[in-house]
């Protein structure tokens, strides 16, 4: 089991950048895989981005494809959202997840065993 608390969301302009961090607790945080979700109003909560074990592998949701960039520090626990070119329609709650072992696949909340809290991002026009 791994703890994880989000933090970096806020306000922002379109356009703009936010950079999302997630502090994960405990020692076997690098035998997880990460993703960052989404959660509009009124809106199922979407897969946004996930990374591999050891950070050589990303998936990105197409909607996010050029604009986001997601990354890891096993070192320190954390894993990055690097948001850019932000649009009104991103805005949401984001959430961290922790995955073992991907099982329904790394664009399936099934797969997360593990959730932060959420932090919300809000893009104005």
């Known amino acids: 089991q791994v703890q994880l608390v989000e933090s970096g969301g806020g306000l922002v302009q379109a356009g703009g950048s936010l950079r999302l961090s997630c502090a994960a607790s405990g020692r076997t945080f690098r035998m997880y895989a990460m993703g960052w979700f989404r959660q509009a109003p009124g809106k199922e909560r979407e897969f946004v981005a996930a990374i591999s074990w050891t950070g050589s592998t990303t998936w990105y949701a197409d909607s996010v494809k050029g604009r986001f960039t997601i990354s890891r520090d096993n070192a320190k626990n954390m894993v990055y959202l690097q948001m850019n070119s932000l649009k009104p329609e991103d805005t949401a709650v984001y959430y961290c997840?922790?995955?073992?072992?991907?099982?329904?696949?790394?664009?399936?909340?099934?797969?997360?065993?593990?959730w932060g809290q959420g932090t919300q991002v809000t893009v104005s026009s």
């Open positions: 997840a922790a995955a073992r072992t991907l099982g329904q696949g790394q664009y399936s909340r099934e797969s997360y065993d593990n």
